[in-house]
């Protein structure tokens, strides 16, 4: 696995998830954190993308904790992993590198 | 050991701190022999504009800063095609000719050829 992209901002007021899709590829990992987790909604402007993305090979994940505090555990894309903060190291160490959209 | 580096530069200049951070992190890296490289993203591109007269705002401009990165050895200088091409600017408009644009699948090979990404 190459990149590991972290996304902390809402895609519905930013266009920052937006443009992590637009370079990630097959081998890479998404990991949506803080606001970024709104992106995993199945409400999301980019779920044609990521879902796009995922039938590709891309990993994309949610940090639970994130999730929980803002009470979107039923609202998610199915296709979008929860993980905690060891999975977060875990991945961060399972990655050549970390991109961090912000 | 020299090591692969890419800087990611993603915000405009004056609105912020960040697009003078990376400036200035490039810069210091480059002190180090390491293979740099410099991209620019998403508003990141606003910092090539010419004409930028940042004595307006008390703050010094970066059109006179950037064209000094080949001056410290800092070559690669990348400017990513679609960001450009969302905000209308075509690359002969950018302050100097010697960057090279980059579409989001170049993009995605750049970043897989490095050691560190730093991102601002």
Excluded at chain 2, 85 to 112: C, H, M, P, Y
Aim: glycine share 4%; hydrophobic share 45%.
């Amino acid at each position: 696995m190459s990149t590991l992209h972290t996304v902390n901002k809402s895609p519905f007021t930013h266009g920052t998830l937006a443009s992590c899709l637009s370079i990630c590829t097959d081998s890479d990992g998404v990991l949506l954190l803080e606001d970024g987790v709104f992106g995993a909604m199945t409400t999301t402007p980019c779920a044609t993308r990521l879902t796009e993305l995922i039938e590709q090979g891309v990993r994309v994940y949610a940090l639970i904790d994130d999730v929980k505090a803002r009470g979107l555990e039923k609202m998610l894309m199915s296709n979008i992993e929860l993980t905690d903060y060891v999975g977060f190291v875990q991945l961060s160490t399972q990655h050549r590198c970390v991109q961090s959209w912000y | 050991m020299r090591k692969k580096i890419l800087f990611i530069s993603r915000h405009a200049p004056y609105g912020s701190s960040i697009a003078k951070e990376a400036l200035d992190a490039v810069l210091t890296a480059a002190a180090y022999d390491q293979d740099l490289s410099l991209l620019f993203m998403d508003d990141g591109i606003f910092q090539l504009l010419p004409n930028q007269q940042a004595n307006a705002i008390g703050q010094k401009s970066f059109a006179s800063m950037l064209p000094a990165l080949p001056l410290y050895d800092v070559e690669n200088i990348f400017v990513h095609l679609e960001s450009l091409q969302a905000r209308g600017i075509s690359k002969n408009e950018l302050l100097f000719d010697s960057v090279q644009t980059l579409d989001s699948t170049a993009v995605s090979a750049l970043l897989a050829q490095q050691d560190h990404l730093l991102s601002f």
